[in-house]
């Protein structure tokens, strides 16, 4: 996952290939919490690892639930409708599907339990479904502002004869709480009146389904009332599969009706989907072919490619799919006209208020955008001059950290920012993983940082910082030549011109993976093995070696993979990466860099002198600077930096200021 401040994401071109998507939120909270008040275990299968489900998780724990997980995989032993510990502070986060059920659960089976979450959380209104609760004698009291968390839940005086009055028109998680927590005292039949329209009816047909899977049988008549019926009991299905999640497939089926299928493939393939999804959201491809896409589907797959292009117009109302119509307002950026998607009031009372957020957003892209109430009108730019590079704020909201990632298919080749990629944890931790694993670009336009210098000036330290702060790929070039070496010293070469041939032959076949800090040779960890002295005076005989060097330069340019690379070593800038948008050179001098690897080599208690070291490394500039085949030295472009006398936080920063001013943000 990145966990950075921003992501910058090039242009573009294409995108191809099969992604199995994560597991559904709505169906792994509802199944999380259904399995916790069931009597006895049930094991789910593939249930989202997320923000939102690691909420539930805790709360679930916190209450006195055993649960045992191996990776996706989750083993429950149910509470039987009775949580073990009657008092407990419970953090639910910005997890809506969290906070409703558990209200409702706690607040029938009574006992003395505080809810808060996130700051956001406490500005998302919960309270239609405390009204609802309270009418049936629920000890509900609100901690901070009337109508919103945080709550504080004590014991009720309950009251089941009339019917339970809860409006539709806010969200549909409050009828749904209220279904998944009243088998729990239906000693009589239970009745709830929907006041006003029921807005997101799938995720109720969700929440009925399930309940089912678990023993519960709603009467359902239309959507204004429903029944429980006495002597309702949860009974576990033993074990239950969760479905991939249908609003996450929304930006993959736009994302094969957006771009042009890269060569070998004809499209998107999403697996762990299929049409006979009992999710709402799974309605997004009638939207999506509506605009022009082509999608064929199977029982647990779909298939989507670019079909009208460009897309087509349209006008919708989105009560359906409230959550996947957020795609269809970045998807309209490529239509031929305004796109018009209505009955979204519902965005306004999510993770921020998301019509304001994507009005806001888009206008940034240099479109036209109405807002209302309970809807928005998107036209595109009209053509790619008016097309604007934009730095994306993301409001916390993983919903449209991912929506505006389409972005990057836009017509004149601009580059998006993604700030605070992070927020995607809420659901799809691994989105923008995914999302690279599918897509194409030139080379050319993907952005390289280059960081040389001589040996010990700390081009390592301050390339993988830059990396990590940027969420790009690194590669240490001259873990490559010491890598090259070490192999080379197993096998018996000799480290000179009389084995060149045979020492480059075996450079072609090595498998090479940077994994943080760690560095592996076949799936060995050589970290430590390359990085000693001996180590470095071996990558310095083999790198003069040209067909080495030739053998490596393929393997080096491997690394440049989207987002981004960073580049460390003594020819990035010069012959690796000639035209890479920065190219930085440190210059720091033979007497500091000697001190520093002095200090760093005392402390692991290695005995050497530090004028040893210092003549050491004078005498590897030399062989360094002289060599005829790319000799060290600063590229013509190359920003020079001396860092004799400056931290790494302050070069990190230094660099992190000049690659911002080369973005058009």
Not at 629 to 658: M, T
């Amino acid at each position: 996952m990145l966990n950075t401040l921003f992501v910058d994401l090039p242009p573009l071109l294409s995108a191809g290939g099969t992604i199995t998507l994560p597991g559904s939120k709505s169906i792994s909270n509802r199944v999380l919490l259904l399995a916790a008040l069931t009597e006895g275990r049930t094991t789910l299968h593939d249930v989202l690892d997320s923000d939102d489900t690691r909420v539930m998780l805790a709360a679930l724990r916190a209450l006195g639930c055993d649960i045992q997980q191996t990776g996706n995989n989750v083993v429950i032993e149910g509470l039987g409708g009775q949580p073990k510990q009657r008092q407990a502070k419970l953090f639910m986060g910005n997890a809506g599907t969290a906070i409703r059920p558990l209200t409702a659960a706690l607040a029938l089976m009574g006992g003395d339990f505080e809810l808060s979450g996130v700051p956001r959380m406490h500005e998302r209104p919960i309270g239609d479904l405390v009204d609802a609760l309270r009418q049936l004698g629920c000890q509900i009291d609100y901690t901070g502002q009337d109508g919103y968390p945080p709550l504080h839940i004590g014991q009720p005086g309950l009251k089941l004869d009339a019917p339970i009055q809860v409006r539709g028109d806010v969200s549909s998680q409050f009828l749904t709480a209220l279904l998944m927590a009243l088998p729990l005292v239906a000693r009589q039949d239970i009745v709830i009146d929907v006041v006003g329209e029921l807005i997101s009816r799938p995720y109720i047909e969700i929440t009925l389904n399930l309940l089912a899977r678990f023993g519960i049988a709603v009467h359902r008549d239309g959507w204004q009332r429903f029944t429980i019926p006495a002597g309702s009991r949860y009974q576990s299905p033993g074990t239950l599969f969760v479905e991939a999640d249908a609003s996450s497939a929304s930006y993959f089926i736009a994302l094969g009706a957006i771009a042009p299928a890269s060569e070998g493939h004809q499209g998107i393939r999403i697996e762990g989907l299929g049409a006979d999804s009992i999710q709402g959201d799974i309605r997004f491809v009638e939207a999506a072919q509506m605009m022009g896409a082509q999608v064929v589907s199977g029982p647990n797959w779909l298939e989507v490619s670019r079909g009208a292009w460009p897309l087509t117009a349209i006008d919708l109302d989105c009560n359906h799919i409230p959550d996947a119509a957020m795609t269809l307002a970045v998807m309209a950026l490529y239509a031929n006209g305004t796109t018009t998607l209505r009955n979204i009031a519902s965005w306004r009372v999510k993770e921020t208020d998301r019509i304001a957020a994507m009005a806001c957003e888009l206008r940034k892209l240099g479109a036209s955008v109405v807002e209302g109430p309970d809807f928005i009108q998107v036209t595109p730019p009209a053509s790619p001059a008016q097309w604007q590079a934009a730095s994306l704020h993301t409001y916390d909201d993983h919903r449209v950290a991912m929506c505006f990632a389409l972005a990057t298919f836009n017509p004149a080749g601009l580059p998006v920012r993604i700030e605070d990629p992070k927020c995607v944890a809420k659901t799809f931790p691994d989105f923008f993983e995914s999302l690279f694993a599918l897509v194409q670009t030139e080379p050319a336009r993907i952005p390289v940082i280059c960081v040389d210098g001589p040996t010990a000036s700390g081009k390592g330290t301050l390339a993988a910082q830059l990396a990590s702060r940027l969420g790009y790929h690194l590669l240490d070039s001259g873990a490559l030549y010491r890598i090259t070496a070490l192999a080379a010293t197993r096998a018996h070469l000799t480290l000179d011109a009389t084995a060149e041939a045979a020492i480059a032959a075996l450079a072609q076949s090595l498998q090479i993976e940077f994994l943080g800090d760690k560095v592996l040779l076949a799936g060995e960890d050589v970290s430590e093995a390359i990085r000693t002295e001996e180590a470095g005076m071996n990558a310095s005989k083999v790198s003069v070696l040209p067909k080495v060097r030739s053998a490596l330069v393929d393997l080096q340019h491997g690394f440049r993979r989207l987002p981004g690379l960073v580049a460390d070593g003594r020819d990035m800038g010069t012959v690796i990466f000639p035209a890479a948008p920065l190219k930085v050179f440190l210059t720091a001098s033979a007497e500091h860099r000697a001190q520093r690897r002095f200090n760093q080599l005392i402390s692991k208690d290695k005995s050497i002198t530090l004028a040893a070291l210092r003549a050491d490394l004078e005498a590897r500039d030399a062989r360094d600077s002289s060599r005829s085949v790319a000799p060290l030295k600063p590229a013509a472009d190359a920003k020079l930096l001396d860092n004799s006398h400056v931290s790494i936080e302050e070069s990190v920063k230094q660099v992190l200021d000049w690659w911002q001013g080369k973005q058009p943000f």
